[in-house]
């Protein structure tokens, strides 16, 4: 069963998704909230596994909101739903710490997929905010690395593979038969040899160098 939140300032769309999602069995919704103050109030006591989020609220915004949550309880996914998909809001919500972003204008399949691809630990991104994201952070890419093979370790080759599919560090854990732990500082340091703070920098630059493919963080 998987738990959730919604937080969203209107309150026709919070019915709407929790409608959608009692349907599910393997869903539950646990709260609604009509902005970030409200929303981390009610977590203290619900804690659930996700967060379907909306950015531009009053009183405190889902960027603000995503921060203070992966601060206080660091293992609730955030899934940013919003109709904005300007540069500014999706780099700031992703460096903030969200685990994914989809659009609103988004079909109920797809709402329904990424909330399960982000309980299995992969990191659904809305095709239309993908391009941009790689785009940018491509562009910001440590310059004169030509092979991340001539930095990388086979086994932090393997686990920047794995990352880059958009997999969280329980679950790569798990697949390669390591502590998460071992995991942990692998990924510190594949971090410190690309020069990167986190995670979708590390994820590009496997694209970009062939380790993975784009459609793996696309959710595709």
């Given at each position: 069963?998987?738990?959730?939140?919604?937080?969203?300032?209107?309150?026709?769309?919070?019915?709407?998704?929790?409608?959608?999602?009692?349907?599910?069995?393997?869903?539950?919704?646990?709260?609604?909230?009509?902005?970030?103050?409200?929303?981390?109030?009610?977590?203290?006591?619900?804690?659930?596994?996700?967060?379907?989020?909306?950015?531009?609220?009053?009183?405190?915004?889902?960027?603000?909101?995503?921060?203070?949550?992966?601060?206080?309880?660091?293992?609730?996914?955030?899934?940013?739903?919003?109709?904005?998909?300007?540069?500014?809001?999706?780099?700031?919500?992703?460096?903030?710490?969200?685990?994914?972003?989809?659009?609103?204008?988004?079909?109920?399949?797809?709402?329904l997929a990424a909330i399960r691809d982000l309980a299995a630990g992969?990191?659904?991104?809305?095709?239309?905010?993908?391009?941009?994201?790689?785009?940018?952070?491509?562009?910001?890419?440590?310059?004169?690395?030509?092979?991340?093979?001539?930095?990388?370790?086979?086994?932090?080759?393997?686990?920047?593979?794995?990352?880059?599919?958009?997999?969280?560090?329980?679950?790569?854990?798990?697949?390669?038969?390591?502590?998460?732990?071992?995991?942990?500082?692998?990924?510190?340091?594949?971090?410190?040899?690309?020069?990167?703070?986190?995670?979708?920098?590390?994820?590009?630059?496997?694209?970009?160098?062939?380790?993975?493919?784009?459609?793996?963080?696309?959710?595709?």
């Amino acid at each position: 069963m998987i738990t959730l939140m919604i937080c969203d300032d209107q309150d026709v769309v919070c019915q709407g998704l929790n409608t959608i999602l009692s349907n599910e069995k393997d869903l539950k919704v646990v709260g609604m909230a009509a902005d970030g103050q409200e929303l981390l109030e009610a977590l203290a006591s619900r804690q659930p596994d996700m967060v379907l989020m909306d950015l531009k609220m009053p009183i405190m915004n889902g960027v603000q909101a995503t921060r203070a949550i992966k601060e206080r309880y660091p293992n609730v996914r955030i899934l940013i739903l919003t109709t904005y998909d300007a540069d500014e809001w999706v780099f700031d919500a992703i460096r903030s710490g969200a685990d994914g972003f989809l659009l609103k204008d988004s079909s109920r399949e797809e709402l329904l997929a990424a909330i399960r691809d982000l309980a299995a630990g992969k990191t659904p991104i809305d095709p239309a905010v993908g391009g941009k994201l790689f785009s940018q952070l491509a562009r910001q890419a440590p310059p004169g690395l030509t092979s991340v093979g001539s930095e990388l370790s086979e086994r932090e080759r393997e686990i920047l593979a794995l990352l880059a599919e958009g997999l969280n560090n329980h679950t790569i854990a798990d697949r390669l038969h390591l502590s998460e732990g071992t995991v942990r500082n692998y990924v510190s340091s594949i971090f410190a040899k690309l020069n990167v703070t986190d995670r979708t920098q590390a994820a590009v630059l496997a694209i970009k160098y062939g380790i993975t493919s784009t459609k793996h963080l696309l959710g595709k």
